[in-house]
């Protein structure tokens, strides 16, 4: 047999491509090549698989006058990365008739070291998904991945070390050497939730309460917050608090998490399975940030995905920076458009800033004179847009800690646990609220126009506290629906059916008080 078929994947933006791999072998001087739009990296399987061959006891194809012809279909789709080393060395035995198997229904994903080991990939989740949709019925791919895959059921899941222990467990030609064991199938991979230890509770920060409410009422109905105040004042510590009292991943958002990671290169050994927290340090690139590159790439707006951006000294970000959040504040995606192409990665997270109120720190201080000049307090305040501003739902002050307080232990301060089945609690009201609308979304602050007019009813007193109030604020209507929906959550944590006066009026607070 001259000519094989085998199949491979790899990932496009988010997603997973699979890719026909073909060789054909004709006499002639020596000649390997692969065509199909290959970078440098697929290019140089070459010598890869060549090597690798050879170490696993065939003959390697450099030492055969022969000329190889290595296909990637679709051939006017860029091929990136080393997914395909595995499936061009099986090809090619295949091709050469050193062994013989069925590849139909069969996915090969894997990096291969001159010596034949298989090292691991990036994006092995959402190739396996995409391998599953299209059909396959197995997928071999290296021992690393194998807890990633192994989330996607109905598909077999063959973890190896090698290149040999794949062409044992394949080959059906009979020979002289030794039978290798065969490849098990892997277990499906279990979710394990680990009790994660707090490194920082809500009890530790000292007094605040005005701004653990405000957390907690973001938490329960995922709500975009800024807390400003003067430095050491406990921003900081409240947002990584912050990330302990939200509701664990459930299978889907798991699924959306792990795929998004795995692709980017961050997914550690273990399985993502609570809510993630990114914090970008404020010199951070616009294209780190937002993603983008040449050919696509998520940024830190899609890592933090079903989690949380955790933004400090917000103003200090680069102006471009802040503005380019407007659609994922809004729309929870964001769109990237290059001349190579155009993405549209997912992008629903809580926003949490942090801010001085001017760059010193210390303007508004009764402790500390502030040294800015105005025109210095001016430029930082014009850093925040009108429509940035308006984005966001609360706003907090977090002023400065009596130092009698600082010395000692707040025995009377709540824990985060406690917090924390208050905003499961809510988020359990908000589920069941959607699914017998019939709507897919899961917590109150991604409902739009439509939804808040036909799943919220306002009783006469309170649309006419909503109304005089949005009237003497000038509110926009942005900022009006989110009151509306910010004060939804209010009730929901009160386990209230309806919204009261009180529920409206504290959602009212919670706006800049310059608006």
């Known amino acids: 047999m001259s000519f094989s078929r085998v199949y491979s994947a790899q990932t496009n933006l988010l997603n997973g491509q699979i890719i026909t791999i073909e060789i054909d072998l004709s006499k002639g001087l020596h000649s390997f090549s692969i065509v199909g739009l290959p970078d440098k990296a697929v290019d140089e399987s070459k010598d890869r698989v060549g090597s690798a061959i050879k170490n696993s006891g065939y003959q390697s194809p450099k030492n055969k006058n022969q000329k190889i012809v290595v296909s990637l279909s679709p051939a006017d789709v860029k091929k990136e990365g080393p997914f395909f080393d595995l499936a061009i060395a099986l090809a090619y035995l295949l091709s050469s008739g050193d062994i013989k198997f069925n590849p139909e229904k069969k996915l090969f994903l894997g990096e291969l070291s001159l010596n034949g080991e298989l090292q691991s990939i990036k994006g092995a989740l959402p190739l396996t998904q995409e391998a599953k949709r299209l059909g396959f019925e197995e997928v071999y791919l290296p021992k690393q991945n194998v807890k990633e895959a192994g989330l996607i059921d109905g598909i077999k899941i063959f973890g190896a070390n090698n290149l040999k222990e794949v062409i044992e467990h394949l080959n059906e030609i009979e020979n002289d050497k030794k039978p290798g064991e065969k490849l098990q199938e892997e277990n499906k991979t279990e979710i394990i939730y680990k009790d994660k230890k707090n490194e920082i509770d809500f009890s530790d920060v000292c007094g605040q309460e005005t701004a653990k409410r405000g957390l907690e009422i973001a938490a329960a109905g995922g709500h975009n917050i800024a807390m400003y105040g003067p430095p050491g004042t406990g921003k900081t510590m409240l947002a990584r608090a912050f990330s302990y009292i939200l509701p664990d991943l459930d299978l889907d958002q798991i699924l959306e998490v792990n795929s998004i990671n795995s692709i980017a290169g961050t997914l550690k050994e273990d399985l993502i399975t609570e809510a993630p927290f990114r914090s970008p340090h404020h010199t951070s690139s616009y294209v780190s940030m937002i993603g983008g590159g040449t050919f696509p790439k998520p940024g830190e707006v899609t890592l933090a995905h079903r989690g949380v951006l955790f933004l400090d000294e917000f103003p200090e970000f680069e102006k471009r920076v802040i503005e380019s959040l407007r659609q994922p504040l809004e729309d929870k995606i964001i769109n990237i458009s290059r001349a190579k192409g155009s993405a549209m990665f997912p992008s629903n997270f809580i926003l ?76 359990e009201i908000q589920k069941e609220r959607f699914i017998k609308a019939g709507r897919k979304i899961k917590t109150n602050s991604e409902m739009n126009v439509k939804d808040i007019t036909g799943l919220i009813v306002l009783t006469q007193k309170v649309k006419n506290i909503l109304n005089e109030s949005a009237e003497r604020l000038k509110l926009s209507a942005r900022s009006y629906h989110r009151i509306i929906k910010l004060a939804r959550t209010i009730a929901d944590l009160e386990n209230s059916p309806d919204i009261k006066e009180n529920h409206i009026l504290e959602a009212l607070q919670y706006r800049p008080k310059n608006q």
Do not use: F, H, T
């Open 352 to 427: 949490i800033a942090a801010m001085n109120p001017c760059p010193c720190g210390n303007y508004g201080s009764k402790n500390k004179p502030c040294v800015c000049r105005q025109s210095d307090i001016e430029r930082y305040g014009r850093k925040l847009s009108g429509p940035i501003v308006d984005r966001i739902d609360l706003w907090i002050q977090v002023g400065a800690v009596n130092y009698d307080k600082l010395g000692e232990k707040d025995e009377g301060a709540e824990r985060g646990e406690k917090i924390k089945e208050r905003v499961k609690m809510a988020r």
